[in-house]
């Protein structure tokens, strides 16, 4: 239904209306009420006149509404952050929960091996850095084995490993006597507490060597060459027997002494390795360079016939 306008009264009225304009139906009827009819008229002209809604043409329809027209524009939004990478995989770890406990599971599972399987390293130098001074051991050889024991005191003696024909006294730890027919045929010493003529089980082969060529002419022979191999970080050998080893050797003759002075050199173990059950003895760093140390000192007399020298008496 839609309202129209009377052109003689300006008054609305519905046009679905039989009767019309109001004004009309009044007059029509007759006079009664004509001043109330011609006073409704008066007011109507006054006001404003009212444009009524072209209903021919239905206004557009805004999307998602079914009252409002569609806007020109865009409705402005809150702008919203780019999440970081920690936010990321945060949301990632929460949707994917089952695949990330499971490469956790398998990282903390490789951890473990390397952990439990990586070598182990505990320092220790043998023989032992040399920090203090050494006590001079004044024992000659060709003397009599009575002259030791005056110094030291007289000591039971023990068969040689090398020789059943020597006769082995143990002075001190790391320091042996060998008698040979009750004759000072040979000292050695493998300890860092005793020192012969300036001759000392830990000297750098630099060292070994300038303290040699005081006493005559040196000899280089190799008794035991091997390699090591690498476990981990470390360089290393079996045991410490098996690591190489080179002699050098001062030969002394008249007027100065008939004996050989045999230096043992091979490289300083600087600790122990362990992998597993395995225990290895290491001597460098990978990349590193062994340093070659004397291990043992050992004085032979060349005026006795015996077994740690080549050849007969030379004196």
Not at 64 to 74: F, K, Y
Not at 86 to 114: C, D, M, P, Q, S
Not at 256 to 274: A, K, M, Y
Request: hydrophobic content about 40%; some cysteine.
């Amino acid at each position: 239904m839609a309202l129209v306008r009377c052109p003689k009264h300006n008054i609305p009225y519905n046009d679905a209306n039989p009767r019309g304009c109001p004004a009309c139906w009044q007059e029509k009827q007759g006079d009664e009420g004509a001043s109330a009819i011609q006073e409704l008229a008066r007011a109507s002209r006054g006001v404003p006149s009212m444009e009524l809604p072209d209903t021919s043409t239905p206004p557009a329809v805004r999307e998602g509404t079914g009252d409002l027209p569609a806007p020109v524009t865009a409705p402005p939004r809150v702008p919203t952050p780019e999440p970081t990478a920690l936010e990321k995989l945060v949301r990632f770890a929460k949707n994917n929960w089952t695949a990330v406990g499971g490469v956790v599971g398998i990282a903390i599972v490789i951890v473990l091996i390397y952990v439990i399987t990586k070598p182990t390293f505990r320092e220790r130098f043998d023989p032992p850095l040399l920090t203090s001074d050494a006590f001079p051991f004044p024992v000659a050889v060709d003397a009599p084995i009575d002259a030791a024991f005056a110094i030291f005191g007289t000591i039971a003696p023990s068969v040689n490993p090398d020789s059943p024909s020597l006769a082995r006294y143990r002075f001190e730890p790391g320091v042996f006597v060998d008698a040979l027919n009750s004759a000072v045929y040979a000292i050695t010493l493998t300890s860092t507490e005793r020192v012969w003529n300036g001759n000392r089980v830990g000297l750098t082969e630099q060292l070994a060597r300038g303290r040699l060529a005081l006493l005559g002419d040196i000899a280089d022979e190799s008794t035991r060459a091997a390699n090591p191999f690498p476990v981990g970080p470390w360089l290393v050998f079996t045991d410490g027997a098996a690591r190489s080893a080179r002699v050098l050797t001062a030969r002394v003759r008249p007027p100065n002494g008939c004996f050989d002075v045999q230096i043992q050199l091979s490289p300083r173990i600087i600790g122990e390795v362990t992998r597993d059950e395995e225990r290895f003895v290491a001597v460098a760093r990978q990349g590193g360079t062994p340093e070659w140390v004397v291990v043992q000192v050992r004085v032979v007399s060349r005026a006795l016939d015996g077994p740690y020298a080549d050849g007969g008496p030379e004196c």
